[in-house]
């Protein structure tokens, strides 16, 4: 069973291709890192997850069923998405930042604190923060309640635009460290975007390799770095892991 | 809100019997003719509202004709030449055969023709035999100093040489305000001004006689709407006949020269025909409260509308870029219209008082509410606006918890200009009759007391400071900002 599937994907932004006959499955379970450099399409493509863009062509499904047109909010709430810089919003304190759809999802007081204390357990962060705006938290500490909101619905599916890039190095393997803590606690898919090989050798199982629109090659990530199918992906492979 | 709705509360206009309503202009001879008129009435057992200080004929004229007053004192020459533009000098009867279409009438005159004149020095007068404007013939060692208006004018002084054969004499121009100063000091021979001016009296001038008729005349007499009871009318047909232009001299010259108020001297004339009056007196702290609650009245309704009207046609517009640059580019517009004007265009639609002026200013507090909000809900980042997206807010989600909150300060700037605004324009609209804190100001411009201007000038002063002031505690209170880093 993949978690995200595409079939024949065509995107256009006016006469500009973005992404031209993509067919990937996602499998389930799994971290599947889409790599590829600036304007290869990996954003569009992440897009098209959460119905945010819809392709000119082809299917997006998303454990078998298609992104539904009717209803994408409530689908939405059903995939965490956390992106670069972690985009909380500047008004509201880290924990109303993170359970912001679930009050909206009506949860009670209790067990809205509880999730958001067990999540702040899992990216080590202290209950400290809970009343503090974004702007008094430093960036590793905004990206991880960044995960935590994308977490604190529990979804089967995380979508993860670049999450790491745009962070010191130090601070971006305490944040690799929680990732794989909560990938080892939650059962949870991902697709993480990246531009980072190594990166994406270190966290993810599944590799999608995009260029200029088109897959250039996807399978899981041991193989794709030791079997390249193109010289786009040997190149890509020689230029960052050696 | 709560003050915005006890302020929608206060009865707009509180009368039960229906008032009789006096109108009149914004300048000394009208609001004591006007001031006599009431008091007339009143004694005589009408309820009077005063609508005093409307700004110009024009407004007065369209106040009467639409029923929000149902009189004021009007002149003949500005009916026939600026209202109803008839040619040459007509009587009373022509223009009340005019005028009676209107459904209007213009009653007995008051006796005194308030036109141009031409005047000279009493001892000069006397020592030469000055009597009408063509003595003036000859008199080529006497200085004639003139008005700049007047030395323009058609009407003025090219149109009265002809007439009277003065053409070759030399003539120079002066300010008018300096004209009677010059003039008592001798430094001037000839000069224009107004025939009843109270400095005719003050300066010992002597007006010389138009015996060619050359200006128009300017009689005034109340003027009268169709809904003004007969015994009204018949009660102001008394007032015929009792001012000439001296007795008219004399009035103008206490207001501005004894410093009495328009009620006293309306008072004393009406003594002098053996009519007892009172003299309705109100507290400098009374006016002050009625002023500043009338004007709070005018604006926080204007604002409120505003903020209703400008904040829903904010949250249709932003997504929309052009759109949003249409209703700024239209509410702009309405900002470069000067307030008075604004003011002037309302009558027509509403008439005069309360309502024209609220919809003005409603109008003036449009553009900083709409202008701030569009341009900071269309400018939260994008990227924001993205994740709120894609975890699931829905667009009215959206709106609540995230776009209006993070433009509540820029939204909040916004109707902080416009209620600044607001209050400062609403002293004009005294000139329609609306009331405020603009009404101790256009008596005191006309009356040229300062005392009287500052009345209306602090107190607007200070309420836009506190108005500034409150909304910065407001928005303290609303707009969340971080504590103090915790060590």
């Known amino acids: 069973m993949s978690c995200v599937e595409f079939k024949g994907v065509t995107k256009r932004f006016g006469d500009l291709k973005v992404l031209t006959g993509v067919d990937v499955a996602c499998p389930s379970g799994q971290t599947s890192a889409i790599v590829g450099a600036s304007g ?13 863009l819809r392709p000119d062509e082809g299917l997006v499904s998303v454990f078998g069923r298609e992104v539904p047109r009717e209803g994408i909010e409530q689908f939405r709430r059903g995939i965490g998405y956390a992106v670069q810089g972690a985009g909380l919003f500047p008004h509201l304190t880290a924990q109303e930042n993170v359970t912001l759809v679930a009050r909206l999802e009506g949860w009670e007081e209790a067990s809205m604190r509880e999730r958001f204390l067990e999540l702040l357990d899992e990216v080590e962060l202290s209950a400290d923060v809970s009343d503090r705006l974004p702007r008094e938290l430093s960036g590793g500490q905004q990206q991880r309640l960044g995960l935590c909101r994308a977490l604190m619905l529990k979804p089967d599916l995380m979508l993860l635009d670049e999450p790491f890039s745009a962070i010191d190095p130090i601070t971006r393997v305490e944040l690799y460290e929680r990732f794989e803590h909560i990938k080892a606690t939650q059962s949870v898919s991902s697709l993480l975007v990246t531009h980072d090989l190594r990166e994406a050798r270190r966290l993810a199982e599944h590799l999608v390799i995009l260029n200029g629109g088109v897959v250039e090659q996807s399978g899981p990530t041991s193989e794709v770095l030791s079997h390249p199918d193109t010289s786009y992906v040997s190149s890509l492979v020689e230029s960052q892991l050696t | 809100m709560t003050r915005l709705l006890f302020l929608l509360l206060i009865p707009l206009t509180g009368f039960a019997a229906d008032p ?46 639409k029923g929000e007053i149902d009189v004021y004192v009007e002149y003949t020459g500005t009916l026939s030449q600026a209202i109803l533009d008839l040619p040459g000098n007509p009587g009373r009867e022509t223009l009340n055969r005019e005028l009676g279409a209107l459904g209007l009438k213009l009653l007995a005159e008051f006796g005194f023709n308030n036109t141009y004149a031409i005047a000279v020095r009493q001892e000069v007068a006397e020592t030469r035999a000055l009597e009408t404007i063509g003595d003036l013939a000859g008199q080529a060692d006497l200085p004639f100093v003139f008005s700049h208006e007047f030395l323009e004018r058609e009407d003025g002084w090219p149109g009265l040489a002809a007439r009277y054969g003065l053409a070759g004499h030399r003539v120079q121009g002066i300010e008018h305000g300096l004209a009677y100063q ?17 400095e005719l009296v003050r300066y010992d001038l002597k007006v010389l006689e138009d015996n060619l008729a050359y200006f128009p005349s300017y009689f005034a007499a109340p003027l009268v709407g169709e809904q003004l009871p007969e015994e009204a009318r018949v009660l102001l047909e008394t007032l015929s006949g009792t001012i000439d232009d001296q007795r008219m001299q004399a009035m103008n010259a206490d207001v501005v020269f004894k410093g009495m108020s328009f009620g006293e001297v309306a008072q004393g004339f009406l003594a002098s025909r053996g009519v007892v009056s009172e003299v309705r007196g109100q507290s400098l702290w009374e006016s002050l409260l009625r ?83 569009i341009t900071a809900l269309a400018n939260v980042d994008p990227t924001l606006v993205k994740v709120g997206q894609a975890i699931g807010l829905s667009q009215r989600e959206l709106l609540r918890h995230v776009l209006l909150p993070m433009s509540l300060p820029a939204i909040f700037a916004g109707i902080r200009t416009a209620a600044v605004i607001s209050i400062g324009t609403a002293t004009l609209a005294a000139f329609i009759g609306a009331g405020g804190l603009g009404d101790p100001i256009v008596v005191g411009l006309s009356l040229d007391d300062v005392e009287l201007i500052l009345q209306g000038a602090i107190p607007a002063a200070l309420l836009a ?4 002031l409150a909304f910065g505690l407001l928005e303290n209170r609303l707009v969340r900002r971080p504590r103090r880093k915790r060590t």
């Open chain 1, 40 to 52: 290869s399409g990996k954003t569009t493509l992440l897009q098209l997850v959460n119905g945010v």
């Open chain 2, 20 to 65: 009789i309503r006096v109108g009149s202009k914004n300048f000394n001879e009208s609001y004591l003719l006007s001031e006599v008129v009431a008091q007339l009435l009143e004694t005589n057992g009408y309820e009077v509202e005063r609508k005093f200080g409307l700004g110009g004929t024009l407004i007065c004229y369209e106040a009467l004709k």
């Open chain 2, 182 to 198: 010059a003039i008592s000091e001798g430094a001037i021979g000839v000069t224009d001004a107004y025939s009843t001016d109270g």
């Open chain 2, 291 to 373: 002023n500043t609650l009338r004007h709070l009245q005018l604006t926080g309704i204007a604002l409120g509308f505003a903020i209703l009207i400008g904040m829903s046609l904010s949250l249709m517009v932003y997504r929309s870029e052009r759109t949003s640059a249409v209703i700024i580019y239209v509410s702009g517009l309405m900002q470069t219209i000067p307030s008075i004007a604004l003011l002037a265009l309302m009558i027509p639609v509403f008439g005069i008082g309360v309502v024209p002026a609220i919809v003005a200013l409603f109008l003036y507090s449009l553009l900083p509410i709409l202008r701030n909000a």
């Open chain 2, 465 to 468: 400071i506190v108005t500034e």
